[in-house]
């Protein structure tokens, strides 16, 4: 088992990650999958620090241990999941996504926040990881669509959605607050069929018609 931090959903998180991966998921992957726990404080504040520049204007994590106390609280398993991208044999951070604001019922539908950090940047872990995370999505948690959105000159972004499959579905302005002000931002989003994960038992929580 995953070491959590004594929190419920992290753990439940953490046995849904590696029922995952013992199905041979993972494949020949260079990056392995797991959630963000508070023992990764020191590492991530750091390597936030290190890639402000990355980052900027993009989006903003946590560079404190107070705030990242704060950030890890918003994961709670059932609505949101904090996953991170690892290099396989040393461990060391490459990236975070985040499964946000998980919706059941007939929508079935989350949004995806990620960003990587500086020491990895530039060789091709986050689209690993990020393949692994919309198979983890819609495979384990049963997920049928995932929304990313995207400021429009965050040009690095929008590449990797577009390689993995995504679609663009439209132009939002003012839609999220980043850097001091409202940013206008594209959506795009995928589902489960247009990667070809067709044959997967749905959530119970979808209704029957």
């Given at each position: 088992m995953i070491e959590g931090h004594g929190d419920e959903g992290t753990a439940q998180t953490a046995a849904a990650i590696e029922a995952f991966l013992a199905d041979g998921r993972g494949g020949s992957s260079r990056v392995a999958l797991r959630p963000?726990?508070?023992?990764?404080?020191d590492e991530f504040v750091e390597l936030v620090l290190a890639s402000a520049d990355?980052?900027?204007?993009?989006?903003?994590?946590?560079?404190?241990?107070?705030?990242f106390q704060s950030y890890l609280g918003r994961f709670d398993h059932a609505?949101?999941?904090?996953?991170?991208?690892?290099?396989?044999?040393?461990g060391a951070i490459a990236g975070i996504v985040n499964i946000n604001s998980i919706i059941r019922g007939r929508l079935q539908s989350?949004?995806?926040?990620?960003?990587?950090?500086?020491?990895a940047a530039g060789l091709g872990y986050m689209s690993e990881g990020l393949r692994l995370v919309l198979r983890y999505a819609f495979?384990?948690?049963r997920l049928h669509r995932l929304e990313a959105q995207i400021q429009p000159d965050n040009h690095a972004s929008l590449r990797l959605v577009e390689r993995l499959g995504f679609r663009k579905e439209g132009f939002s302005p003012e839609l999220l607050f980043i850097?001091?002000?409202?940013?206008?931002?594209?959506?795009?989003?995928?589902?489960?069929?247009?990667?070809?994960?067709?044959?997967w038992d749905p959530h119970p929580t979808l209704p029957v018609r």
């Open positions: 963000l726990t508070r023992h990764d404080q990355l980052h900027h204007p993009w989006l903003s994590l946590p560079a404190t241990p107070e705030a609505t949101a999941q904090s996953l991170l991208i690892c290099v396989r044999g040393t989350a949004s995806l926040g990620y960003a990587a950090f500086t020491p495979e384990q948690l850097d001091g002000g409202w940013r206008d931002h594209e959506r795009w989003a995928v589902t489960a069929g247009m990667i070809g994960i067709t044959s």
